[in-house]
Every structure is written in structure tokens, then in C-alpha cells.
């Protein structure tokens, strides 16, 4: 359909199903639309089909995007963003499956959210796991609650970080970490967090973090906040400025929400704005929908109603690939997978080759704050 734009197509097959069609299509539209099996009868008494109906709800959800666009690159553009979130779900099955061994069996059920966010690089699976298995095999030694380490290792391999390099200096960040917290303080991933903001040059933000600790909501709240080099009370400032612009969020959902988009180094212009639409759209799918809303606003540049379609899609392929066993973790993973979908699948053109690479930020809301709680209260260490 070369020179139909959706909005041809989306206004007419509306006028048909809302029964009070027009009269006058043109001989391209009609022609295309009987070819592809979305209308059949005539043009002067016309019917929509099945088919016609799946692309008029296609349409729909995201016509002011698509409006002006020709129907065949985005009927292209929607059929690679489709097949991209299924090969993504198939990496994933492919790292719960290879990965699951290696991990103690208590780390087992996070390993779902990290297997999604290996698979969001969309690099070689092989080569991908082994580079898992090595930074999983760095931090296995540093004690503590596997949980804790199992998020560490995700942190560390989506750097790439210089774990020989780190190592010695974060023994010690560890160290001081549980003599202060316990040793169900999330020491492992704290010192990974703040040492890769630190670089193996620079002394990490330790005595932020324990000024942090006391106003925030966790162990990696606290880590990511420091992480950014601002003094303590100015990322407490810069948080609660966000949480102003949350009305409405449950308070513990909205101050999550805020210190990731805290911790962010460049939000979006309009994610406030975006949270709030989306807020309902997912109050029925997740318990933090605030958190949950904030992660898809910074990640691909559509509408709600787009991004809450995209976020269907993914459930039903999480579903289909039992990546897990229950909705609520479903509804997470299917969020990770949206949220990994690079910005420019959603250019009408051909897709370039810029790697995805999530935000430490990013990594640590959706598995210890979206999905962690999802797997019961057994998946320590707590958010205060």
C-alpha cells in the first residue's frame, strides 16, 4: 500500500465498522484494503473483516504517531518490533535455562528479570552467558545473601566493568558496609554501585551513602543516590522536587519512582506528565505502578495507550515462553522487555546498530523494586 497513509486506512475501516461507511473510497484504498482480506463485499456496501478489525485496533493505539506515515513502513516497523520482543523472549528462555545451574537455588527466581535484561542486549547468547558466568564468579566469593550478589553480577556485567581492577577496593566498601548495616545489608550491590560510579581511580561516595541510608528507601536507594556525586542533601532535595510532581502515587510507590528519575542522568522533559497518564493504565497490573510508569516513561518515545499495547504484547510472549510462573511476575518481565526496546525501532526507517545500554538506575528499579516484591517477602534484603 505505497501511498495509503494510516489515517486513510484507520478513518475509513472506522467508518465501516461503525457502520456508517463511506461512500467514496478511493479505487488504491479499496483495492488494498480487499487484497489484504480487511474489508470484502463492495465498496458501495462494504464489510470489515477479522483482519480488518486487528489492524483498525492496531491503528488506533497509536494513530498520532502513525497518522501520517504510509502503512506499509509502519506495518513493517510494527511486524520487526513484534518479531525483536520474541527473539528477545526466546534469549531469555535460553539464560533461565543455561544460568539456572549456576546460581544457588535461592537466587533462582531473580534470575528472571536478569535473564530479560541479558537478552535486551540483543548481543550473542553464548558469549553473553559466559561473560555472566565471570562476573557471577567475581562476586560468588564476597559473602552475603545470593540475592544480593545475583544483582551485583547483573550491575557488573552490563558495565562490562574491570572487576580485577575493583575488586580489592570494593572488599573493603563491603566491609564497612555490614559493620554498619548487618550482614543483611545489601553490601555486595551497594559497593558495586557506587564503585562503578567511582571508576577504579576515585575513592567511592561511602560517607553519602551512609548519610542516604537513613532517608531513603533501602540499601540500593541509598547506593544510587550517592552514586550520582551530588552531596546527600541535595539528591534528597532533587528526589523529593520529583515526588512534588507525583500527586496522587501511593507515598512508598512515588518515592521510588522519584529517586530513579533521581539517579537518571537526563529525564525526559515530559516524564512527569507521562507517569501520571500511564499511572492508571498500570494500577491494575503492578503493586508499585508509580515505579512501574516512571521506567516506561524514560524508555521508548510513544503514547501510553502505545507503550500499555507494547506492554500487553510482551506479557502474552513472557506468558507463551513461561518465563514465570505467576501474572505479577509477568507483568514485570513484560515491562522489562518494553523497556529494552531501543528507541530507534520506533523510527520509521531502517534500524541502526546502537547497542542498548540500560542505566544502572534502570537495572536496579526493575529488579529489586518492581520485581523483587513480586516473589514474596522471602526475596531479602527488604526495602525500608
Known amino acids: 500500500m505505497p501511498n495509503l497513509t494510516c489515517g486513510e486506512v484507520r478513518t475509513y475501516l472506522a467508518s465501516i465498522a461503525s457502520k456508517s461507511p463511506s461512500h467514496d473510497p478511493s479505487a488504491e484504498l479499496w483495492t488494498s484494503l480487499l487484497g489484504h482480506g480487511a474489508v470484502e463485499g463492495s465498496s458501495a456496501s462494504p464489510v470489515i473483516t477479522d483482519v480488518g478489525r486487528h489492524v483498525l485496533r492496531e491503528l488506533q493505539v497509536r494513530a498520532s504517531r502513525t497518522d501520517p506515515l504510509p502503512l506499509d513502513v509502519v506495518s513493517e516497523q510494527l511486524s520487526r518490533i513484534g ?3 520474541e527473539n528477545v523472549a526466546k534469549s531469555a528462555s535460553y539464560f533461565l535455562s543455561d ?7 535461592e537466587a533462582v527466581p531473580l ?4 535473564a530479560v535484561g541479558l537478552a535486551n542486549r540483543r548481543e550473542t547468547v553464548e558469549e553473553i552467558a559466559e561473560e555472566f558466568r565471570n562476573a557471577w564468579g567475581s562476586v560468588e566469593v564476597m559473602g552475603g545473601d545470593p540475592r544480593d550478589r545475583l544483582l551485583a553480577a547483573e550491575l557488573l556485567n552490563a558495565e562490562s566493568a574491570p572487576i580485577t581492577e ?6 573493603k566498601t563491603m566491609e564497612r558496609v555490614r559493620a554498619q548495616g548487618g550482614d543483611h545489608a545489601s553490601a555486595v550491590t551497594v559497593s558495586t554501585v557506587l564503585h562503578l560510579a567511582a571508576g577504579p581511580d576515585q575513592p567511592p561516595a561511602l560517607e553519602a551513602f551512609f548519610q542516604l541510608r537513613a532517608n531513603s528507601m533501602g540499601d540500593e536507594a541509598a547506593a544510587l543516590l550517592a552514586a550520582t556525586g551530588r552531596p546527600a542533601a541535595e ?6 522536587q520529583w515526588i512534588a510532581k507525583l500527586p496522587g502515587l501511593d507515598p512508598g510507590d512515588a518515592k521510588l519512582a522519584a529517586t530513579y528519575l533521581a539517579c537518571e542522568p537526563t529525564p525526559r522533559a515530559d516524564v512527569a506528565n507521562r507517569i501520571l497518564t500511564l499511572h492508571p493504565l498500570l494500577a491494575p497490573l503492578f503493586a508499585r505502578p508509580g515505579l512501574a510508569s516512571a521506567l516506561l516513561a524514560m524508555s521508548a518515545p510513544v503514547d501510553a495507550a502505545e507503550l500499555a499495547d507494547w506492554l500487553a504484547k510482551a506479557g502474552a510472549l513472557a506468558g507463551a515462553r513461561k518465563l514465570a510462573p505467576t501474572p505479577g511476575e509477568i507483568s514485570a518481565l513484560a515491562l522489562a522487555l518494553v523497556h529494552g526496546l531501543p528507541a530507534r525501532e520506533f523510527v520509521a526507517t531502517a534500524v541502526d546498530a546502537t547497542p542498548y545500554e540500560p542505566s544502572t538506575a534502570s537495572l536496579v528499579a526493575l529488579h529489586a523494586w518492581l520485581y523483587r516484591p513480586v516473589i514474596g517477602p522471602s526475596a531479602v534484603p527488604p526495602v525500608r
Do not use: T
Not at 111 to 114: A, I, M, N, T
Open 235 to 240: 539528591s534528597i532535595a532533587l528526589r523529593d
Open 111 to 114: 534470575l528472571r528479570v536478569v
Open 99 to 105: 544460568l539456572g545451574p549456576v546460581v544457588p537455588a
Open 166 to 171: 575493583l575488586y580489592a577496593s570494593m572488599m
Open 83 to 85: 518479531a525483536d520482543l
